[in-house]
């Protein structure tokens, strides 16, 4: 031992006392696990159950606009609410909803309805705001689901809430349940992609957290991956100077090799995720590099989007991005956070500056829903 | 993190780091060298199928720097320390694969 690096006396480890004293036959059923859920894999290296019927929509994208945009200037026509303007919200209605921290200290609650026109739009009438003409163009192409209920009063239980499914921490989020269940089309990239824009609507309100495309208890490759804002959506994709690829591929050989007889002494699954997290990584600095390259698009394409589209990073640039860098490879599940929603006051001048993004304009609609596969392509 | 912990400079550099005192100890025997790096890794000796499993990056087969020396002085330019010429740059590239290998092993990021 000599000449060996001296160190304190280690505590046994979680990992070593589990090897040691469950004695064999345990130590044989976590191995044999390990090995159960490696053999479910679909090549890419997720754990795939696979779906038992077959699908019509092959992929998701997610336009999340955090905040929370005033549905009553925008999407839902409340005429009745005018005959209430200014007056006390009934109980009738209330039924004693609790108050949130910021609004219990007020002496009055009066109703307020919205200042912006609604008119109906395509063949089914559905009335929209006047600041959404060209979702109202496409009106009859798209659905909408006016039965959605929630108990959260507040930003950060409720945006848990949708993408987790429970105002409590700690659940998986949607992304992650898709890409659980159906498994990833795409070997180059992963198979939920997360992509954050900062509006100018309200900046700074109202954070995002990463627990929100977290993989809860599921295996954590199926978590979403944020790609960054700006040119280079993933950092440190080149390799040192001196390695090439064959190198790092021999590198990584011998990684998942340790890595590997370590999972056969433990039987920790995440070391099988670890090994396809880097995997994943060697196929991604291949992959990404021209994802954000949008030069082959059209112009009249481009302007379909609005004129942020050129700027990286933006939400009208991620609606391009998202469809056709994404999707159209095969990412199964792609969500948009978009921030600056939180409209408390100015409403009427900040949803028609919200509407302005792409989330009302008609072309990254076709894209978006095209290149979801929605519904017209066979699974 | 993968892209992190292989290719941020900073870690580079702390892999030649380790590289460098992994071949300034043990004399020249490559066995001992490479038991010495295991355990300043991961605080345990390796198993006799971890030490075969080193694979191209085993300094006992054939360097992948030899005959590359421009190559091997490119991974080791990575961050501020400079480059430690006790020790010949050929031999020290190939360690600092090793050791950049073994900083990524899933015991050496894991904290249990």
């Not at chain 1, 390695?243 to 433990?266: E, H, P, T, Y």
């Not at chain 2, 991961?42 to 360097?63: F, I, W, Y």
């Amino acid at each position: 031992m000599s000449g060996l690096p001296q160190f304190p006396v280690m505590a046994v480890n979680r990992r070593a006392l589990f090897g040691r004293a469950a004695g064999g036959l345990a130590t044989a059923a976590l191995a044999s696990l390990g090995r159960a859920e490696s053999s479910s894999t679909d090549g890419t290296g997720l754990s795939v159950p696979g779906p038992h019927f077959a699908p019509r929509a092959r992929r998701v994208i997610y336009l999340f606009q955090s905040g929370g945009p005033s549905h009553i200037d925008l999407f839902d026509h409340k005429p009745q609410l005018a005959r209430h303007h200014g007056k006390e919200l009934p109980d009738s209605i209330r039924k004693g909803q609790r108050l949130t921290e910021m609004t219990h200290k007020q002496s009055k609650f009066p109703c307020v309805s919205s200042s912006l026109t609604f008119k109906p739009y395509g063949e089914c009438g559905r009335h929209l705001s006047e600041v959404l003409p060209h979702i109202g163009s496409i009106a009859d192409e798209i659905c909408f689901v006016k039965s959605m209920h929630t108990e959260a009063i507040n930003h950060d239980p409720a945006i848990t809430m949708m993408n987790t499914g429970t105002q409590q921490l700690g659940k998986p989020s949607r992304g992650s349940w898709l890409s659980y269940g159906l498994g990833s089309e795409s070997r180059e990239l992963p198979s939920y992609v997360v992509l954050i824009s900062q509006g100018t609507g309200r900046p700074g309100g109202q954070p995002l957290f990463s627990r929100l495309w977290s993989s809860g208890f599921l295996p954590s490759d199926h978590q979403g991956v944020r790609f960054r804002r700006g040119r280079d959506p993933v950092l440190f994709l080149a390799d040192p100077p001196g390695i090439d690829r064959s190198g790092r591929r021999a590198m990584l050989d011998g990684l998942a090799r340790l890595n590997r007889l370590k999972q056969r002494q433990v039987g920790d699954p995440e070391i099988e995720t670890r090994i396809t997290q880097y995997e994943m990584a060697f196929r991604m600095q291949a992959s990404v590099p021209d994802l954000v390259d949008v030069s082959d698009e059209t112009e009249s394409t481009l302007d379909g989007y609005g004129s942020a589209v050129r700027t990286p990073g933006t939400f009208a640039a991620n609606c391009l991005f998202g469809p056709r860098g994404l999707a159209e490879r095969g990412v199964r599940f792609i969500q948009l956070f978009h921030r600056g929603w939180d409209q408390h006051g100015g409403l009427p001048k900040a949803c028609a500056g919200r509407a302005g993004t792409p989330i009302s304009r008609r072309r990254p609609w076709s894209r978006i829903s095209n290149a979801a596969g929605c519904l017209k392509t066979r699974w | 993190m993968a892209l992190v912990l292989m290719n941020d400079p900073t870690f580079v550099e702390a892999a030649r780091g380790l590289a460098v005192r992994t071949m300034l100890r043990e004399g020249r025997d490559d066995v001992a060298r490479v038991e010495w790096l295991f355990v300043a890794v991961t605080a345990r000796r390796p198993g006799p199928q971890e030490l075969e499993t080193k694979g191209p990056v085993d300094r006992r087969s054939a360097n992948p720097f030899s005959g590359r020396p421009q190559a091997a002085r490119e991974l080791l330019s990575g961050g501020p320390s400079p480059l430690d010429k006790r020790v010949d740059v050929v031999e020290q590239a190939a360690w600092t694969a090793l050791a950049s290998v073994l900083l990524n092993t899933d015991e050496a990021i894991t904290r249990e």
